[in-house]
């Protein structure tokens, strides 16, 4: 648990840090002291929503972390001012950064967002107090892939009893209906593979009616996100998902997932399939594309290639693999995928999904240790 906080807390820096063009300041010190002085807490809603998610896995973990040891008490409060420390500390940082805009208004929201992380870890704790013994520690992955879709699905997650956003909705599904194959079949996909990861959490209880009335529930909840909208594409994805469903039951289905996992990142990275005699650039920095245009959409695209990603790992290590070289196996094949973008007109090859596969290879890795 100490590896994953660390992990988390890295992860966290390096995002709030990028992309690392320090600069000398004279006036340096008069802006930090004007830092804790004025503090502002006015934003945007993506930086809202991304400031508050940014430290929802930590406070999950704290959760989990302090509840294994002998003297929670201590523990909770010694991981909460860590993650303080950090929250704090990066905007210190970002005054010698000319493209960040500190304030101490971001680390408030981080504050939130651990406390939301820790209240859902006391939630998952309740629902199932075996995730605070190390020996069934393995369960947080498939338990926070599942969080993962839901967190995409229900992307910005900011509710509303608008009408008039419930309309907005349901436009794309009923005036302007389109259908994406490629997108169709990575809905459908990633719903199987929610389903599948929800099998191997139920330990054996299983129930299909469940699982189905639970799909639907969470797309039509869609229309009550501000923001969000249903299409074509997403009911017929998970239609084809629920007709898969007696299938999923069966270690068989295993492999096949992650076939279709694969199959399915190979079309998304592919198109639009009219390749360029000359090659474009590679960004080799981690992360770049996602910490760079639009925090909400980089954010949400995240959420989704965790899941996927993670999921096909989780797969092939259920099937009788060490997470490593499975990782390490999503790793290569995404890493052809960024090779061949590099001949795609509109397409950014970039080192990101391959590290990423790495890093969920890494936690799986740890945890399975302390299964």
């Known amino acids: 648990m100490r590896f994953l906080l660390l ?14 063009d320090f600069v000398m300041r004279p006036d340096a010190m008069a802006e930090v002291v004007a830092l804790f002085a004025a503090p502002s807490l006015q934003m945007q809603r993506g930086d809202l929503v991304g400031n508050l998610l940014l ?14 040891g002998r003297r929670p008490g201590p523990a909770y409060l010694l991981h909460a001012a860590a993650g303080m420390l950090v929250a704090v500390g990066v905007q210190v940082v970002q005054i010698w950064l000319p493209s960040r805009v500190p304030a101490l208004g971001d680390a408030v929201i981080n504050a939130g967002g651990m406390a939301l ?3 859902l870890g006391q939630l998952a704790l309740r629902l199932r107090p075996s995730l605070a013994d190390a020996r069934h520690v393995a369960a947080l992955v498939p338990l926070g892939l599942m969080l993962a879709w839901l967190a995409y699905q229900w992307f910005p997650l900011v509710p ?6 419930v309309k907005n909705a349901l436009k794309p599904l009923l005036l302007t209906p389109r259908l994406d194959p490629v997108r169709i079949l990575i809905t459908a996909v990633a719903w199987a593979a929610f389903f599948k990861l929800w099998d191997l959490l139920a330990t054996g209880q299983r129930s299909a009616l469940l699982q189905a009335l639970t799909g639907i529930a969470i797309l039509c909840a869609k229309v009550l996100i501000l923001g969000a909208g249903i299409s074509a594409s997403n009911v017929i994805g998970l239609g ?9 039951h069966h270690a068989r289905a295993l492999p096949a997932l992650v076939v279709a996992i694969l199959l399915s990142a190979f079309l ?6 009219t390749p360029s005699s000359t090659p474009g650039s590679f960004a080799w920095v981690p992360f770049t594309g996602m910490l760079e245009g639009s925090m909400a959409t980089n954010l949400a695209n995240l959420l989704e290639k965790t899941f996927l990603y993670g999921a096909a790992i989780l797969f092939m290590q259920r099937h009788g693999a060490r997470a490593l070289p499975a990782a390490i196996a999503v790793a290569l094949c995404l890493a052809t995928i960024e090779a061949a973008q590099l001949f795609l007109p509109g397409r950014t090859a970039e080192s990101t ?8 290879g890494v936690v799986m890795a740890q945890l399975s240790r302390r299964r």
Do not use: C, E, K, M
């Open 7 to 20: 992990l988390v807390l890295a992860l966290i820096a390096y995002g709030s840090l990028y992309p690392f």
């Open 55 to 68: 430290f929802v896995p930590y406070g999950f973990l704290v959760a989990l972390a302090a509840r294994s």
């Open 117 to 119: 992380g820790f209240v």
């Open 160 to 165: 509303t009893l608008d009408w008039q956003n």
């Open 240 to 248: 084809l998902a629920l007709v898969a469903l007696p299938w999923l």
């Open 268 to 273: 998304a990275g592919l198109q639009p399939f």
């Open 353 to 360: 999904d391959p590290v990423l596969a790495l890093l969920l």
